[in-house]
């Protein structure tokens, strides 16, 4: 049908029928999918809080510092965890802070376009791999081949290369946020610098670095609330099943606070019913919640920061 | 028409050394011709001004004499640019030792998003110095040369983003005096200001002449004529094979007669405003 004039009055302009309609439903429809998140996010917490709730309550205090953690013999030493979440977390950033920023620095600095083309996808590859992979390639590589080659001592179960599998899984995170920071320096920045007779290596390490620095502590910050998450790596590959012993020793096995939870919520019929294992995994991962989502905050309010300024 | 023309005529300074000598210079983006075949020479302790309209590659030629189109990936250069009889771009020459002696300021004023001071030392810490009582006194020379030393003495220690569009521009300006260079490029450098700042930067580079040799751009007909003394017009010519848009350098002679008695009728059409 061909558009035609109609006369205008105040029923042409109005917005009936079919076309009302379709907008009412989908502005219905596009909110319940974003409330939705917010709906599990909330149940979530709920879900986690009651349970933390009951085990806080109840638990013996003195059973919180002991010699491990224990939970089905109710030895429930928090800071064995903690120092092993730690622990791996730091060996990871160890790896990946400097490779990832690496790879940023080159991608955004150095590049042609034509390799940024090819680096940037094989990057996001990597990032794709599933963790239970790295896990294993964490135990039967990293472990035999760099870790117990290097260090005599080192069992075959180590947090040092569960914290060097989670560092490789890192590596595109970091270098990617930090890639996007240092490339949201304006190119007028650089010309200033290279203006004044600066090399590129000074270009990068004076102007671009340091205009960029918000970001870049934002990529650090978002790599190690990942790094304390992450699970399948350093239960595979940090070793210690059921309950550890507290240990600052990289070269053994130690459990983090991720692996407490998957281990024991693995033994399914063992961990209903034996005191307050069951709670103490909600203990942990309120724990973990709250870490993550620090950190998670404290970045964006750095990401924030890098917007702001230019 | 004739417009009022700078204070200094262009012939008093004849007759030294040329510090720029451009012969047959050709700037290609990929396949692209950006420019043909401009030659000219450019006089010492001068102000040089390139005007014509837009896509003339005034730019293009202006940055060429610091090796700035290096950055750009597809840029290349034929014909040859001497700077004091060496050829720029001879194989052996270092582009970031170009620089060094041949800054730039531009368009939009880029102070780095650092203190006052530490944009003012960044050229002289690249060249090793490290005495705090040197920079210091570098920042404050350099300032003061910038006419900016009594607007910020105060607050050396403060972001350079704070300051104005003409306090950042003349920044800039500081922190390129601050390397002791030996010419000063400047890209439209009042484009992105007031009449006021404006003013303020041309008195700046009328004083800079006493040590610098400065080449400016700028599309503003009126400045070339208030500060320059030599003023090069370009203007653009349909390329009959390609149908693109070349740059080429129409006339260059002393801003007086650029502005009076051009030889080229293009000039005096585009001078008077009735093209471009």
Redesign the interface.
């Known amino acids: 049908m061909p558009l035609a004039r109609t006369p205008v009055n105040l029923e042409a302009l109005r917005l009936t029928g079919r076309r009302a309609v379709a907008e009412t439903l989908g502005r219905y429809a596009f909110f319940s999918a974003a409330f939705f998140s917010i709906i599990v996010s909330g149940m979530i917490v709920w879900s986690l809080a009651a349970e933390t709730w009951t085990f806080v309550s109840q638990v013996d205090y003195s059973t919180l510092w002991t010699d491990g953690w224990f939970p089905r013999r109710g030895m429930y030493d928090i800071k064995t965890l903690v120092v092993g979440s730690l622990l791996t977390t730091i060996v990871a950033m160890l790896v990946a802070v400097p490779l990832g920023l690496g790879a940023a620095i080159y991608m955004s600095e150095y590049a042609k376009p034509s390799v940024r083309k090819v680096l940037k996808p094989t990057l996001e590859v990597l990032a794709g791999i599933p963790s239970v992979v790295l896990g294993f390639f964490a135990l039967t590589f990293i472990s035999p081949e760099v870790v117990q080659r290097l260090f005599s001592g080192a069992t075959q179960f180590n947090m040092l290369a569960a914290g060097i599998g989670v560092g490789i899984l890192t590596i595109p995170l970091v270098a990617s946020v930090s890639e996007d920071a240092m490339r949201s320096v304006p190119d007028t920045l650089r010309e200033a610098s290279y203006g004044m007779g600066a090399r590129r290596v000074s270009t990068v390490l004076r102007v671009v670095v340091p205009a960029a620095v918000s970001g870049l502590v934002a990529a650090l910050i978002i790599a190690i609330s990942r790094a304390i998450g992450e699970t399948m790596v350093v239960f595979i590959a940090a070793g210690a099943t059921g309950g550890s012993l507290f240990s600052v020793d990289v070269l053994g096995p130690g459990q983090t606070m991720t692996a407490a939870i998957a281990s024991q919520a693995a033994g399914t019929d063992q961990v209903v019913g034996e005191g307050l294992t069951f709670q103490s995994l909600f203990f942990v991962g309120s724990l973990l919640f709250l870490l993550t989502l620090l950190l998670n905050l404290v970045a964006d309010r750095f990401v924030r920061r890098v917007r702001q300024k230019y | 028409m004739a417009v009022t023309t700078g204070t200094v005529s262009a012939d008093d300074k004849a007759g030294s050394d040329p510090v720029f000598e451009l012969s047959s210079l050709e700037v290609f983006y990929g396949e692209f011709r950006a420019v043909r075949e401009v030659s000219m020479e450019i006089a010492e302790r001068e102000i040089t001004a390139f005007i014509g309209p837009s896509g003339c590659g005034k730019t293009t030629v202006l940055r060429c004499l610091?090796r700035?189109n290096d950055?750009i990936?597809t840029a290349r250069v034929q014909g040859s640019v001497k700077y004091h009889g060496v050829d720029l771009y001879d194989a052996a020459v270092s582009a970031?030792?170009?620089?060094?002696?041949i800054?730039?300021v531009?368009q939009?004023p880029?102070?780095?998003?650092?203190s006052i001071y530490d944009n003012l030392a960044?050229?002289p810490?690249?060249n090793g110095v490290k005495k705090k009582s040197d920079l210091d006194d570098i920042v404050e020379s350099s300032l003061k040369s910038a006419a900016l030393w009594d607007e910020v003495k105060d607050r050396l220690k403060s972001s350079a983003?704070g300051l104005s569009g003409g306090q950042q521009q003349r920044l800039?300006i500081a922190?390129?005096v601050a390397?002791k260079p030996d010419v000063i490029l400047m890209d439209e450098p009042c484009s992105a200001l007031d009449p006021i700042a404006t003013a303020r930067i041309e008195d700046l580079m009328r004083e800079l002449t006493s040590e610098y040799t400065i080449v400016i751009v700028t599309h503003n007909m009126q400045q070339a004529a208030r500060v320059s003394d030599r003023t090069a017009f370009f203007t653009t010519e349909v390329n009959p094979e390609s149908d693109r848009r070349t740059g080429v350098l129409v006339e260059y002679n002393p801003t007086s007669k650029i502005f009076s008695t051009p030889d080229d009728e293009r000039t005096e059409q585009y001078v008077t405003g009735r093209f471009g």
């Open positions: 610091n700035m950055l990936e970031t030792e170009v620089r060094r002696r800054g730039m531009f939009k880029n102070p780095f998003p650092k960044f050229g810490r690249l983003l800039c922190r390129c390397v």
